[in-house]
């Protein structure tokens, strides 16, 4: 499987952004996929995930009631909306596919996917 995440890109505190990841080379509407972050000199961090058919989202509380993640199964495609930005949101952005398919629940660890994108750059400033 192939990922490829876009829609980074630099935006004032409050703005909004929407990151897209397409995979190719395999159907992954069987796998829940997620979305995590890497600041500079941080550990790579969950910020959301959703499940194989898009009923249940997960998030990080950093993220909550301000990032809608959602899937497109005929499309193979995962979007995370990202509203009311903050300077700490600033990182690379990686999605990513599930190690099992049909995973339950909040998957949060990183060892829990098995293909990621490129990463995409956000950045806020204030």
């Known amino acids: 499987v192939q990922l490829q995440a876009s829609g980074g890109g630099l935006v004032l505190a409050g703005g909004s952004l929407r990151l897209s990841c397409a995979a190719s080379?395999?159907?992954?509407?069987?796998?829940?996929m997620g979305w995590f972050r890497q600041a500079p000199g941080k550990e790579r961090e969950f910020v959301a995930n959703?499940?194989?058919?898009?009923?249940?989202?997960y998030y990080a509380d950093s993220v909550k009631g301000r990032f809608t993640i959602s899937r497109d199964n005929a499309k193979n495609t995962v979007t995370l909306q990202m509203n009311s930005l903050i300077p700490e949101d600033t990182a690379v952005y990686y999605c990513?596919?599930?190690?099992?398919?049909?995973?339950?629940?909040?998957?949060?660890?990183?060892?829990?996917?098995?293909?990621w994108g490129q990463g995409t750059q956000v950045t806020v400033s204030s």
């Open positions: 990513a596919v599930d190690r099992f398919t049909y995973g339950v629940g909040p998957l949060v660890s990183t060892d829990r996917y098995d293909y």
């Open positions: 080379g395999r159907t992954v509407s069987r796998y829940a």
């Open positions: 959703i499940n194989w058919s898009g009923g249940s989202t």
